[in-house]
């Protein structure tokens, strides 16, 4: 090879390395926003989760302070046990569903520039 030939496809090289790394870092930053935004919808989630919490424990601590017997105070340490559960399953159930479509929707620009040079690179190599 001629010293002709090879500076045109370093050139093309250079443009391509160059081209890939300004993708790359746009993806990384759509990416990155996406991850932020995500964040805070989740701790939003769990101040609302927390917030609904307290407002019905304090609801229920005012009913124990109204008992007149501990068959009543019974059934509403039950009733608190077992909407403490409830709201428990509730509220990890929707930061889960949440958090994987974060991470979903975070991951997709850069799967999607990391796809983009992966079929490009195999098209060079098979030209």
Same mark, same amino acid.
């Given at each position: 090879?001629?010293?002709?030939?090879?500076?045109?496809?370093?050139d093309?090289?250079?443009?391509?390395?160059?081209?890939?790394?300004?993708?790359?870092?746009?993806?990384?930053?759509?990416?990155?926003?996406?991850?932020?935004? $995500?964040?805070?919808? =989740?701790?939003?989630?769990?101040?609302?989760?927390?917030? @609904? /919490? &307290? +407002?019905?424990?304090? #609801?229920?601590?005012?009913?124990?302070?109204?008992?007149?017997?501990?068959?009543?105070?019974?059934?509403?340490?039950?009733?608190?046990?077992?909407?403490?559960?409830?709201?428990?399953v509730? $509220?990890?159930?929707? =930061?889960?569903?949440?958090?994987?479509?974060?991470?979903? @929707? /975070? &991951? +997709?620009?850069?799967? #999607?520039?990391?796809?983009?040079?992966?079929?490009?690179?195999?098209?060079?190599?098979?030209?």
């Amino acid at each position: 090879m001629s010293k002709a030939t090879t500076a045109p496809q370093l050139d093309k090289i250079l443009k391509e390395t160059a081209d890939f790394n300004t993708g790359y870092s746009e993806a990384c930053t759509k990416s990155s926003a996406i991850l932020m935004k $995500g964040m805070e919808d =989740i701790m939003g989630a769990m101040m609302s989760l927390a917030q @609904d /919490s &307290a +407002e019905k424990q304090a #609801a229920l601590v005012k009913e124990i302070m109204s008992v007149k017997n501990v068959a009543d105070f019974s059934e509403i340490q039950n009733k608190l046990a077992k909407s403490g559960f409830d709201d428990f399953v509730s $509220g990890a159930t929707k =930061i889960s569903e949440i958090s994987a479509k974060v991470l979903t @929707d /975070s &991951a +997709e620009p850069v799967s #999607a520039q990391m796809t983009q040079a992966v079929q490009k690179a195999t098209k060079s190599m098979a030209a």
